[in-house]
């Protein structure tokens, strides 16, 4: 043993003086000559040297030297090669080839010596000890007497010869393996070294330079690296040493945690995926019939795969690469069979023994993160139900605890009324759709072992059915549906018209739903029409329904005032309605039983006809009698059109009129199927009686608004009426006068008509034939049609319904649009008056969040219909004032944010930019203080928001904001520059230094403040 080493020491002093006579001649050289022969003399000792290659390269002088040099024997050769990796030798002659020569002498080399002497330093010896050797040069060149440029871009040549062209990371391998052989090392005294190789062959793309080659990219780079560890772990399934082995593969299960942690974790399981998924679609085949674990658990290549995840230690890598590992899967489109043994493949091992990597299939991936759902069902079936699936549908094993605990932790957070206000919807979905399968699954004797999961999942269906949400409630249907069937299989709750055949469809619609913001590019006036409209449809987007065939309330505007109106008629609509239904009736009338073609007494069919209604209060008084369910029916299917006809009488039943449509209930009225239908008429009526006679109106509705008298559904109603009536107002037309100028009260003497004949209105005279014979044609008679006299009305037998005088002349009228103004405060301040007080059964920032909501809208409805008008400046202060409470603006449920966003985009678009500029220079700071809220709020909601409508809507805020901005930029450059361009002494206009305070008014990518 002694002699050995002293034998070692001899020869690595011989080395080392070899080395130091080839760095003393580099150093001293003139010539390229003389570095390629010092080169050379250190090269023979170690490599199988080949002069005739590169000698006709060099100078006769040292030709004959390189040629006639001493070359060792095979065995001294490999002494010498071992020997030199091993000590100080290499890293010392290595820094003199990568800076002296690179720096000075390199671009001098031909390309044969280059590559037959120079690269075989790097390319032919040990991997671990270049690699180590080369990495550091990457970044750190030395001292200023170097070219940099040169010595980085031979650094970055030699390492893709030596990692990624000459298969290095293969090699390394190998030389691991060796080392673990030759001195009987133990795994631990290895696991430095590998944590440093790992760490140094992932680095190499971040320390190389930004215009370093395309191969040394992350992208490119680690492509290379996976393909070899892919390579490495195929060779291994066939090796037969299993010490070996293991210190291998723990090196590879090192380079994937370090991929990982530089975030490259899809690339890396991009290769790995395709690879593993073979491998079991190779098994797969080579079998027929059902598949065993002992098929996978015996078969080489599964274990090898099994070992090298378990050797990946590192929780966050395990946690990317599964996670990359379903969405490469869910790319490829296998089938449930094939996607279960490829996750089995990779983390059965790692799941059995390691609680952390359990944990992070069945609580993160269940509860933090969203997969497609077919990648949820491979989670529950590998973690839950931890057996392989039959053909594509989940399987049940005979342990069921996990599916149980499973069940449970998922009932419990799913219910509560915390998570659905703070989650977002996509998660929400997934959450469900996680319950459902596990539901699904279960049986009822499982059920009952469970612990508060039906208490659980109650809560959580009564909590989301009270949402106004469309697909909130489809979730609770949905698992209302899943848990009756655990419940009583044979009688299923449904709850929405959806679930058809027990099928659920568990993506709920989200997988192809795409979100798009497009924007108008016109002028400043199409923006704010195109964001508002915008803003609009996310508002109301839960209001609309697919199938539902009706027409849209807003259609109907205000009747022509001078109509006539056959009373007879009113009620003749409503009987022809019913004449369809006849149709349809007529055809199974001979299925009829035979007492129905009984003859009975026609003379009672007076009595069958039933009253038809003429006047209102006959109208109030039937609806009034609640258990005559025909009669009410048919007085609110009339109600719209005796109001729309404006008789005498409405001025003075319109609050009883109002009172009585709120508190019917259509469906104890209507025929089972037919109750949207009769409450489509009553609120038709309702909005009919708002524009006709608003004030009278208005009153009580705003009586009975926050009554405790009445419940959540007619306080939407109410709201939802005030809305559509606001618009029917805002879009009617009017009959108004025309203002034209009157004529000289003296007549021009050169008229051509004198005052005392007879205009040219009437019609010429007329001969008049005289017949019958009791008149004598005695003499002609002659006849004409004179014009109407003032005031003067033909009878008819037709009756005129008309709050105006029939002398109208078309053409001394004029259409006058808008006629909301005139009414907006009437709606909105009564309605914000009491809205924060808790009373008996009112309590709308609490549990009435839905009412707040609407009214909210409500209320953005009216600020739109006074757009531009001076009520929607002396109103606009008063709703942000209410919208600047904390529990309406910061309101937990995001329908309310979304309201609130609503109104005040409403607002932005109704303020006129001249008024803004009127407050601005009269002092007031309430409007810039409000203004200054809406932007600071809506970016916060950008930014922080989880629902992804008020994220939208948010944005569409922040730009209403910055034209109304701009608009009011524009409104003040004007008004100073008409100033002081007037021939009159120019108006100096200066702001109150309060103003200057605040940043209200902020211009988009400009520093102009107003």
């Known amino acids: 043993m002694a002699e050995g080493t002293k034998q070692e020491r001899t020869l690595e002093n011989n080395l080392l003086h070899k080395v130091g006579e080839a760095v003393s001649a580099i150093s001293d050289a003139k010539h390229v000559d003389q570095v390629i022969s010092a080169i050379h003399s250190v090269a023979v000792l170690l490599f199988p040297v080949d002069p005739s290659l590169f000698s006709g390269s060099i100078g006769d002088k040292y030709r004959e030297r390189v040629c006639s040099s001493v070359v060792p024997s095979a065995d001294e050769r490999n002494e010498w090669l071992e020997t030199f990796y091993r000590g100080v030798a290499f890293p010392t002659f290595a820094r003199v080839l990568l800076l002296d020569v690179a720096s000075d002498w390199l671009s001098c080399f031909p390309i044969s010596v280059q590559k037959h002497l120079y690269d075989k330093f790097f390319l032919d010896g040990s991997v671990i000890e270049v690699v180590q050797v080369l990495v550091p040069f990457l970044h750190h060149v030395g001292d200023g007497g170097v070219n940099a440029n040169s010595v980085q871009t031979n650094v970055e040549r030699l390492l893709i010869l030596c990692l990624l062209e000459n298969d290095g990371v293969l090699k390394i391998t190998k030389e691991i393996g060796n080392i673990y052989q030759g001195h009987n090392s133990s795994n631990g005294s290895l696991k430095p070294l590998l944590s440093r190789l790992s760490q140094i062959l992932t680095s190499i793309p971040d320390k190389a330079r930004l215009k370093s080659p395309p191969l040394l990219s992350s992208n490119l780079y680690f492509k290379h690296i996976t393909n070899q560890l892919l390579q490495i772990l195929d060779d291994r399934a066939s090796c037969t040493e299993a010490n070996c082995t293991v210190i291998v593969l723990s090196f590879v299960g090192e380079v994937f945690s370090r991929i990982c942690r530089r975030g490259l974790s899809d690339l890396l399981l991009s290769e790995v995926t395709p690879h593993v998924l073979a491998q079991v679609r190779r098994l797969l085949n080579s079998k027929i019939g059902a598949i065993e674990v002992d098929t996978f658990q015996l078969d080489p ?163 989301r059915l009270e949402n106004p949400g469309d697909l909130v409630r489809k979730m609770a249907s949905s698992i209302a549906f899943m848990f009756s069937k655990v419940i009583d299989p044979k009688n299923p709750l449904y709850l929405d018209d959806s679930i058809t055949d027990n099928a659920i469809d568990w993506e709920f619609g989200l997988q192809t739903a795409s979100i798009t913001n497009t924007m108008e590019n016109g002028d400043g006036e199409n923006k704010r029409s195109a964001s508002l409209t915008e803003v609009n449809e996310s508002s109301r987007r839960n209001k609309q329904k697919e199938n539902r065939k009706s027409k849209n309330i807003s259609a109907f505007v205000l009747a022509d005032p001078n109509e006539i109106v056959d009373l007879a008629t009113l009620n003749c609509d409503t009987e022809s309605d019913k004449d369809d239904g006849d149709d349809d009736a007529s055809v199974s009338s001979d299925n009829s039983s035979v007492t129905s073609l009984e003859p009975y007494d026609l003379m009672d069919d007076d009595k069958d006809l039933g009253k038809q209604f003429t006047h209102l209060v006959d109208v109030v008084g039937a609806l009034r009698k609640t258990d005559d369910a025909d009669g009410v029916e048919k007085a609110i299917y009339v109600a ?19 009172r009585t449509l709120v508190q019917v209930r259509c469906s104890d009225i209507a025929i089972e199927g037919e109750e949207d239908s009769a409450e489509e008429k009553r609120q038709r009526a309702l909005i009919a009686l708002l524009v006709t006679r608003p004030f009278e109106s208005l009153e009580t509705l705003n009586n009975i608004l926050y009554s405790p008298n009445v419940d959540v559904s007619q306080r939407i109603m109410i709201l939802d009426v005030m809305a559509e009536a606001a618009r029917e107002l805002a879009n009617s037309k009017t009959l108004k006068p025309k203002h034209e100028a009157r004529g000289p009260l003296i007549s021009n003497i050169s008229d051509p008509q004198p005052w005392y004949l007879p205009s ?45 005088s029939a002398d109208r002349d078309q053409n001394s009228t004029d259409w ?64 942000l004032d209410m919208l600047q409470r904390r529990e309406v603006c910061n309101h937990p449920e995001a329908y309310v944010r979304r ?42 909601i950008a930014d922080s928001d989880i629902d992804r409508d008020c994220y939208t809507m948010a944005l569409s805020c922040l730009q ?27 108006m100096n206009i200066s702001l109150p230094s309060g103003i200057s305070k605040l940043t209200s008014i902020k211009l988009p990518s400009s520093n102009v403040h107003l």
């Not at 701009?966 to 120019?986: F, K």
């Open 640 to 658: 719209e059109k005796l109001v729309r006809a404006s008789p005498d009488e409405l001025t003075h039943i319109a609050g009883d009129l109002a």
């Open 760 to 804: 040219n209105a009437s019609t010429p005279w007329k001969k008049v034939s005289e017949t019958g014979s009791f008149h004598l044609n005695w003499a002609n008679r002659f006849e004409r049609e004179l014009q109407s006299k003032p005031g003067q009305t033909k009878k008819g037998k037709s009756r005129r319904w008309s709050l105006k």
């Open 899 to 940: 309201a609130v966003l609503f109104a005040a985009s409403s607002v932005l678009v109704s303020l006129h930019p001249s008024y803004i500029v009127s407050t601005l220079v009269e002092g007031n700071l309430d409007l810039s203080r409000a203004l200054e809220w809406i932007r600071t709020w809506a970016l916060q």
């Open 960 to 986: 209403l904001h910055a034209e109304m901005a701009l608009q009011t930029s524009r409104a003040l450059e004007s008004t100073g520059g008409s100033s002081s361009s007037s021939s009159i002494r120019p």
């Open 816 to 879: 006058s649009q808008n006629r909301f103004p005139l009414y907006a405060a009437a709606f909105m301040l009564p309605a914000m008056k009491e809205f924060d007080k808790k009373r008996h059964g009112v309590d709308l920032l609490g549990r009435d969040f839905v009412v707040l909501g609407k009214l909210v809208h409500m209320l953005g409805v009216c600020m739109q219909c006074a757009s531009m008008h001076p009520e929607a400046s002396a109103l606009a202060i008063s709703l």
């Open 301 to 463: 290549t599964t274990r090898i795969w099994s070992k090298t995840m378990e050797a990946v230690t590192d929780p966050y890598a395990v946690e990317k690469m599964a996670e990359q590992l379903l969405h490469q899967l869910y790319a490829e489109h296998p089938s449930d069979v094939e996607a279960f043994w490829t996750i089995w493949t990779l983390f059965h091992r790692n799941v059995i023994h390691q609680a952390s990597v359990r944990s992070i299939f069945v609580d993160k991936f269940l509860l933090w993160k969203v997969f497609p759902i077919r990648c949820l069902r491979w989670i529950l079936q590998f973690s839950v139900l931890e057996c392989p699936p039959v053909t594509n549908t989940l399987a049940k094993g005979d342990v069921t605890q996990g599916l149980l605990e499973t069940t449970q932790r998922l009932a419990s957070v799913w219910s509560k009324r915390e998570f659905l206000q703070s989650v977002q919807l996509e998660q929400q979905a997934y959450i469900t759709a996680a319950l459902g399968l596990c539901l699904e699954n279960m049986s009822r004797e499982e059920l009952d072992r469970t612990k508060d999961v039906m208490h659980s999942i109650l809560q959580g269906v009564s909590c």
